[in-house]
Structures are given as structure tokens and as C-alpha cells.
């Protein structure tokens, strides 16, 4: 997680595309191609016709801008912002851990494991009492010390 002046985002290389606004403004101000002349013969008829309105054949400076701060916006979003992301867990009592080890909580695994094993290590670290509580198979849980969970965790 990135941290930007007390935004953090999720996925910050999605900010990359930020980089593609300069194109994008270069592409919204294209005029489009002359359209092709063809000769129709009903055409004769509204050669006399004024009209009202004028079209402009660029697009106004304002509606650029609001879509460029549209696409923006839409990237930032994303990206995933938090405000002021907390890394630190904290807490001081009993830790309870509860793990869905079924088929259906097998995606991602490895990261589940690593983040199980950090728990523990950091629950060591700070003498709290830690529980496994299996949801396949589950029993009263035991606290017990974390350094003893992570010795009977099959992880």
C-alpha cells in the first residue's frame, strides 16, 4: 500500500494510467474527418433553408475539462484510496483466529497462511494468547501461547 499524504491506496500502479490524460485530452480534441461529398437529388429541395443553430466543430474547453476530471476520478477511484490506512492491528488481549479450512477457503492459500503466520509472529512478540478456530471442524477453542499455536498450526 502506497502512502500519499495520508491517502493510501490498494493498488497504486493503477495510478499509472494517469499518465495517459495528456493523450486522451489530444484525442478528445481531434476533429473528426470531413465527411465525404456525395450528390443526391432530394438535396435540391433544402437548398433555400437557413439554420438556427451553428455547430461547433471543436468541442468547448469546459466539456473537456469535466471529462478529463471525469476519467481521472474514475482511475483514483479504482486505485482504491483509504484514508489514513492503519497498519498497525493493535490490541492487547486474547487473539482469536478463525479459519475457514474447507475447499471453498482454499483460494489463495498462500497468502492466508502467510498472513496467519505474521499474526502469530506479532502475537508472540507481544505475549497475547492466541486461538485457531477451525470452521470444518469446530470445537471450543484454547488459548494458549502464540509461540505454542504456531508450533501446532499446520500451516
Excluded: Y
Amino acid at each position: 500500500m502506497t502512502l500519499l499524504s495520508g491517502i493510501g491506496f490498494a493498488t497504486p500502479w493503477l495510478l499509472l494510467g494517469l499518465l495517459a490524460l495528456p493523450i486522451l485530452w489530444l484525442l478528445l480534441r481531434a476533429i473528426p474527418p470531413a465527411p465525404k461529398r456525395a450528390v443526391f437529388p432530394g438535396v435540391t429541395l433544402l437548398l433555400g433553408l437557413k439554420d438556427d443553430e451553428t455547430v461547433s466543430d471543436r468541442t468547448p474547453w469546459w466539456l473537456l475539462l469535466l471529462r478529463m476530471l471525469a476519467v481521472a476520478a474514475v482511475i483514483v477511484g479504482l486505485a482504491g484510496p483509504v484514508l489514513n490506512p492503519n497498519t498497525d492491528r493493535g490490541g492487547s488481549g486474547p487473539l482469536l483466529i478463525v479459519l475457514d479450512a474447507s475447499w471453498a477457503g482454499a483460494t489463495r492459500w498462500p497468502e492466508r497462511r502467510a498472513l496467519i503466520d505474521t499474526q502469530l509472529a506479532e502475537a508472540g512478540r507481544k505475549d497475547r494468547t492466541v486461538a485457531l478456530l477451525r470452521l470444518s471442524a469446530p470445537d471450543v477453542p484454547v488459548f494458549q501461547a502464540a509461540d505454542i499455536c504456531a508450533a501446532v498450526w499446520p500451516g
